[in-house]
């Protein structure tokens, strides 16, 4: 019995090690730019620094339209996100600060620990309803955003 319990965590421990060593999936959509899951808001995001340094605090601006494209005011957006590689989240509590107008929105306390895959996860919620979107971004040594096709655009 002893044994089956050691041979059960060992087995744990490979499984879990091995998946904070996944390799980046290579069709990564790198997209600052896309639609909700149910397609309630279109979000785009940008950093507002360039580059992003490694474990320094930085701030993002969200735009928030309808599928119309219609601005969206007065929304309320929870961050989440991290690492899915190393299965942590961010070492701080990112949050909207404040409306910038326009259906533009400031998300201050953005902090990357290290390079890599790391995820940006919104909610959203609005008169339209409550929706939720995931971005992709990869961090690299030195700190420097990848981004692909139109997301390397700096202003909306």
Same mark, same amino acid.
């Given at each position: 019995?002893?044994?089956?319990?050691?041979?059960?965590?060992?087995?744990?421990?490979?499984?879990?090690?091995?998946?904070?060593?996944?390799?980046?999936?290579?069709?990564?959509?790198?997209?600052? *730019?896309?639609?909700?899951? /149910?397609?309630?808001?279109?979000? +785009?995001?940008?950093?507002?620094?360039?580059?992003?340094?490694?474990?320094?605090?930085?701030? !993002?601006?969200? /735009?928030? +339209?309808?599928?119309?494209?219609?601005?969206?005011? *007065?929304?309320?957006?929870?961050?989440?996100?991290?690492?899915? /590689?190393?299965?942590?989240?961010?070492?701080?509590?990112?949050?909207?600060?404040?409306?910038?107008?326009?259906?533009?929105?400031?998300?201050?306390?953005? +902090?990357?620990?290290?390079?890599? !895959? !790391?995820?940006? +996860?919104?909610?959203?919620?609005?008169?339209?309803?409550?929706?939720?979107?995931?971005?992709?971004?990869?961090?690299? /040594?030195?700190?420097?955003?990848?981004?692909?096709?139109?997301?390397?655009?700096?202003?909306?």
């Amino acid at each position: 019995m002893q044994l089956q319990k050691i041979y059960s965590a060992l087995a744990f421990l490979a499984v879990a090690g091995t998946s904070g060593c996944m390799s980046t999936p290579a069709d990564l959509n790198l997209s600052l *730019n896309r639609p909700t899951a /149910q397609n309630k808001y279109v979000v +785009k995001v940008h950093a507002l620094a360039d580059p992003i340094a490694i474990n320094k605090m930085h701030a !993002w601006e969200i /735009q928030l +339209k309808s599928p119309s494209g219609e601005p969206v005011p *007065n929304a309320r957006i929870t961050v989440d996100g991290g690492m899915p /590689q190393h299965l942590h989240g961010f070492p701080t509590q990112p949050k909207v600060t404040r409306e910038l107008g326009d259906g533009r929105y400031l998300l201050e306390g953005m +902090k990357f620990s290290m390079p890599g !895959w !790391w995820e940006i +996860k919104l909610t959203i919620d609005s008169t339209i309803g409550t929706d939720k979107v995931t971005f992709n971004t990869l961090i690299s /040594q030195p700190a420097t955003l990848a981004r692909g096709g139109a997301s390397a655009e700096k202003s909306f």
